[in-house]
């Protein structure tokens, strides 16, 4: 079983549309969970994180973390054409310092 | 003002050269990353310094050899490149060691013929 899965998409919604992205883990020494936005030919940005489970809003977007379910998912609210972008998820755990990515999903709004 | 800056943006190069990227973080961070993003999108990491000191150093071939002159500077030199080198090559940086949030270079582009 892979330590993360991620739906690549591509996903393409309205502009307005209600969007959700969701990864699954296997690996329940993750202590925070990271969303980040991708835009082509750029270096992914520190969308949101959180290190618990339940939600986390902040503007159109809110995070939600289900660790017993080892699931979370980032929805985004009134999307608009600027969300276009890959979104990669990302978990992180002190006991290998490291960020491990999920494969991106890529998300199109179109006006 | 760039906070990662990472050259150079773009380096096509024949198998067999040897090439170097260089990064640079003005955030005043004491760690600094190289992660490798495959052309199916998948991010791992590579390397990892902490105030010039190696730290992380996951199972990558050691034709590549990252300097860090300085906490500011992170340098991968690449021997012998390889077809399956080709990749982009993002560089990052974070407060501390072992922290979660990095901020990530605008990646260097890196096409092996």
């Known amino acids: 079983q892979k330590e993360v899965e991620q739906d690549p998409g591509p996903l393409s919604v309205p502009e307005g549309a209600i969007v959700s992205l969701n990864c699954t883990y296997s690996?329940?020494?993750?202590?925070?969970f990271m969303w980040y936005r991708q835009y082509s030919r750029k270096g992914p940005e520190l969308l949101m994180y959180?290190?618990?489970?339940g939600n986390k809003e902040d503007g159109r977007f809110t995070a939600q973390v289900d660790k017993s379910s080892k699931y979370i998912s980032l929805f985004i609210r009134d999307s608009q054409p600027s969300d276009s972008a890959t979104y990669l998820c990302a978990f992180f755990t002190y006991n290998t310092d490291k960020l491990i990515f999920g494969t991106g999903t890529r998300l199109q709004v179109f006006p | 003002d760039t906070a990662v800056s990472q050259t150079p943006k773009y380096l096509v190069t024949q198998m067999g050269n040897d090439k170097s990227i260089k990064c640079e973080q003005n955030?005043?961070?004491?760690?600094m990353y190289w992660y490798k993003q495959d052309s199916k999108k998948f991010l791992k990491i590579m390397f990892s310094?902490?105030?010039?000191?190696?730290?992380i150093n996951e199972t990558v071939p050691n034709r590549f050899s990252p300097k860090s002159p300085d906490k500011a500077h992170l340098n991968l030199h690449i021997n012998s490149l390889e077809l399956g080198d080709s990749a982009v090559y993002f560089c990052?940086?974070?407060?501390?060691?072992?922290?979660?949030?990095?901020?990530f270079g605008p990646g260097t582009r890196l096409l092996v013929l």
């Open positions: 959180t290190y618990s489970s």
């Open positions: 990052a940086s974070s407060q501390e060691a072992a922290q979660e949030t990095q901020y």
């Open positions: 690996n329940s020494a993750f202590q925070y």
């Open positions: 955030l005043g961070h004491d760690t």
């Open positions: 310094y902490n105030n010039k000191e190696l730290i």
